[in-house]
């Protein structure tokens, strides 16, 4: 941790893929998060400057971007905690394309939900009696590990697979497929099961935890992933896909 600056010195990605960094000299506040540093820029530097967020509190996770090389929630990182020698680097999250300055296009990354069938799917007909569900249900507790996902994209960003194979679906969506595979008032398995052993599927996984280790929930798409490939093989063994 630093607090001794009294300014600091911020390089910020502008423009696309193309673009360049721009240093900016920004003082130095005690208590302030990356975001509120990036608000003061456009507000008192360079109105021109996107970069994108909503909740401000670590709810919707559309403030992610690059800090210093990593994958942050910047509305949720505090400047103090991260800046190296008075300096930050902010730069757009790796492995999406450069919209505008630190802004990307998620489109891919929810793309790609869709393809390992991230949507919870109901009955196909109405159901008289519910089974009720108890909270120390093994299956339901493995459902509830994965599900706080808030979809910031910092695991696919830090994802070496994803960057050396674009039609990997990635952590954040295998993770997803994972948690409804274990809700059992979900409809859409196996169909679901085959959509994450696709080419682009769970056995691209190396298992080297890049996407836990900077996953601001905490996370574990790895574990999730690694409980996918167990379902697809007993599945297979059993001919049930
Ligand atoms: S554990 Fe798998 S999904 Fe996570 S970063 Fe590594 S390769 Fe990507
Ligand atoms: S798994 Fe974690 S890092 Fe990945 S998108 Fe969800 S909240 Fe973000
Ligand atoms: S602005 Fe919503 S998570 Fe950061």
Redesign the pocket.
């Known amino acids: 941790m630093e607090t001794k600056h009294e300014k600091i010195s911020v390089s910020i990605w502008r423009g696309q893929e193309d673009g360049a960094f721009e240093a900016f000299e920004v003082p130095f506040v005690e208590d302030q998060t990356i975001l509120d540093l990036l608000t003061h820029v456009q507000r008192s530097v360079d109105s021109s400057l996107s970069y994108r967020f909503a909740c401000r509190v670590g709810m919707c996770g559309s403030c992610a971007m690059q800090v210093n090389g990593k994958p942050r929630w910047t509305c949720r990182t505090l400047v103090r905690n991260v800046v190296q020698n008075g300096q930050l680097t902010l730069k757009p999250l790796a492995n999406l394309p450069i919209v505008k300055d630190l802004v990307v296009d998620m489109e891919p990354f929810f793309k790609k939900w869709q393809s390992a069938k991230g949507r919870f799917e109901p009955a196909p007909a109405p159901v008289e009696h519910f089974v009720p569900i108890k909270p120390d249900d093994k299956q339901r507790q493995k459902a509830d590990d994965a599900i706080e996902c808030i979809n910031c994209g910092c ?1 696919y960003s ?5 960057e050396s194979n674009p039609a990997y679906l ?2 954040a969506a295998l993770n997803r497929a994972w948690s409804l595979i274990n809700d059992a008032k979900d409809y859409a398995n196996p169909e679901r099961l085959i959509a994450v052993s696709s080419d682009g599927g769970c056995q691209n ?7 836990v280790a900077r996953c601001p929930l905490g996370l574990n ?2 574990r999730s ?1 690694a409980g996918l490939k167990k379902a697809v093989s007993l599945a297979t063994l059993k001919g049930e896909i």
């Open positions: 695991c830090a994802c070496d697979v994803v990635g952590p996984c190396h298992t080297n935890s890049q996407c798409p790895t992933i």
